[in-house]
Structure formats: C-alpha cells, structure tokens
Antibody, heavy 120, light 109 residues
C-alpha cells in the first residue's frame, strides 16, 4: 500500500523559506506513470495546486506561485521536496504531498497533510 | 486560466435523498481530465470520479459523474450518513496546471 508522509517545520517566520519533504513508501518514485506534487489548503478554504515533479526532475509550477517555488526529487531516498520562499501569513495552510496519475491527471494518493503556520 | 465554479456552495439534504452537485468551467474542459474528490474534516481529499464519469477504486456505485464541455455533475443517488462532506471538482489543463473548484459542502438537513 502506497504511503506518503510529509515532514518539516510547523512554524515558519515571515519572509523566510518554507521547506517540506515527502517520503514515499510502498512504491517507487521513479515510476514513469506518475508525477509527484504539492497541494495546499488554507484553514477553512479550498485546495490549491502548488506544483509537480517527474522522477526525471522536470517541474511544473502554479503560475501564481512560480517565482517563489522550487520542487526537487531525490530518487535514491524515494523523496521529493518543496521550498517556498518569502512566505507571508497568506501561506499558512495544510500542505499535502500527493501522487498524480499521468493517465487521467488526477491525485490518486495523498499524504495526511501537515499544517504550516507563518508567524513571528 | 480555466476557473471552476461549483454550485451550490452548501447543500442541505437528508440521508436517503439524492444529491446533485454542479461544476461549471469558464471554458471547455477535456472530459478525460475532470475529476471529483470528497473531503471529510481533518482528512485529506479522496478521489471519487476521474475522466468525468469513471469511479475510482472502491467508490460505491451510488456515486456517479457526468457532463462534458463546461458543465459537469456529481450525483449521489441515495445519501448515506458518511457522504456528508465537502466535494471538489478538479481539472487538468495545458501548461500544465491543475485547478480545483471552491467546493460544495454537503450537510445533513
């Protein structure tokens, strides 16, 4: 059974960089059938796709966040990571890592999510 | 950028009733790339429908999806207590970009 687990600080100061890692178990991140991505959800609000990465390292970002986002992959550790720079309170959200199936471009597996609060 | 608008924002129904949720796109969407998710409080979303009308693995047949172009519908034929949740539609477009609707909350009347 595939599992995704987010890890990283739950509190980040304004103007600093948010860093999260997703560890994938029960499956290989090097599968050609999937992308791996990050999606966030501010408290009480809807879902926002942040970006995705292929095992080869090709990346795709939400245009609204592109200038601040970097997603990377480490196939040797079966992990992928998110960096979001210059954070503000508006970046406070539950951050989910996810597997995105190429066939229908849907999120078929989600991590449990991790709340990241931006506050001084 | 394609915008997905879901209606109604909140739907109040009783167990056993039929629920019809709408997702309207600002421009035509490929049916292959329209999906629906269910989210319960404190949980990650769960994939219900992909390709506009195909049920994901393990999803009961009371859930069905339909539509094409700019208008898509999620129907729950007979509501069970566990179906009360928030539902999101999602589309994949060129660029590539994933877009979600703002959600419909299905609450017990």
């Amino acid at each position: 059974q595939l599992q995704l687990q987010e890890s990283g600080p739950g509190l980040v100061k304004p103007s600093e960089t948010l860093s999260l890692t997703c560890t994938v178990s029960g499956g290989s991140i090097s599968s050609s059938s999937y992308y791996w991505g990050w999606i966030r959800q501010p408290p009480g609000k809807g879902l926002e796709w942040i970006g995705s990465i292929y095992y080869s390292g090709s990346t795709y970002y939400n245009p609204s966040l592109k200038s601040r986002v970097t997603i990377s992959v480490d196939t040797s550790k079966n992990q992928f990571s998110l960096k979001l720079s210059s954070v503000t309170a508006a970046d406070t959200a539950v951050y989910y890592c996810a597997r995105l199936a190429k066939v229908f471009m849907v999120v078929d597996y989600w991590g449990q999510g991790t709340l990241v609060t931006v506050s001084s | 950028e394609i915008v997905l608008t879901q209606s109604p924002g909140t739907l109040s129904l009783s167990p056993g009733e039929r629920a019809t949720l709408s997702c309207r796109a600002s421009q035509s969407v490929s049916s292959s790339y329209l999906a629906w998710y269910q989210q319960k409080p404190g949980q990650a979303p769960r994939l219900l429908i992909y390709g506009a009308s195909s049920r994901a693995t393990g999803i009961p047949d009371r859930f069905s999806g339909s539509g094409s172009g700019t208008d898509f519908t999620l129907t729950i034929s007979r509501l069970e207590p566990e179906d009360f949740a928030v539902y999101y539609c999602q589309q994949y477009g060129s660029s590539p970009v994933y877009t979600f609707g703002q959600g419909t909350k299905l609450e017990i009347k």
